[in-house]
Each structure stands twice: as structure tokens, then as C-alpha cells.
């Protein structure tokens, strides 16, 4: 493997890690709140109250598909 593919592969992995759904959202909450910013907005508690809500989701996502099997 040449380096550059290592080194994308190790980033790949340590963004996206074990769930893309997070990855993005954590993604679209910077996005939304740098918007907020941009627009004079005081927004700094958007993106810990996102990423709080996405952990909840993702261990309830892991809950459930943990009592199916």
C-alpha cells in the first residue's frame, strides 16, 4: 500500500470511524453552526447539544441492534 493511500485510509478511518451517521452529523452541525455565526447569531451551544443527541442516538442504535441478535 503506497503511503498516500495509507494516509487516507488512516483519516477515513478516524473521521468515519464506526458510524458514518455521526461523522455527517457532526459535519452538518459545524456547517449549520458556522451559518449561524456568519448570520450574527451567538450559536456556540449548537454544536454540544448536537453531538450529545447523536451520541444518544447512536447508543440507542446499538442498544436495539444488541437485544435483536
Do not use: E, K
Amino acid at each position: 500500500m503506497s503511503r498516500i493511500r495509507a494516509f487516507a485510509a488512516f483519516w477515513y478511518d478516524f473521521v468515519i470511524g464506526d458510524d458514518w451517521r455521526v461523522a455527517l452529523g457532526v459535519v452538518l452541525a459545524l456547517a449549520a453552526t458556522a451559518g449561524l455565526v456568519h448570520g450574527g447569531v451567538n450559536a456556540w451551544w449548537l454544536l454540544p447539544v448536537v453531538v450529545a443527541a447523536l451520541l444518544g442516538l447512536s447508543l440507542l442504535r446499538v442498544v436495539r441492534a444488541a437485544r435483536q441478535s
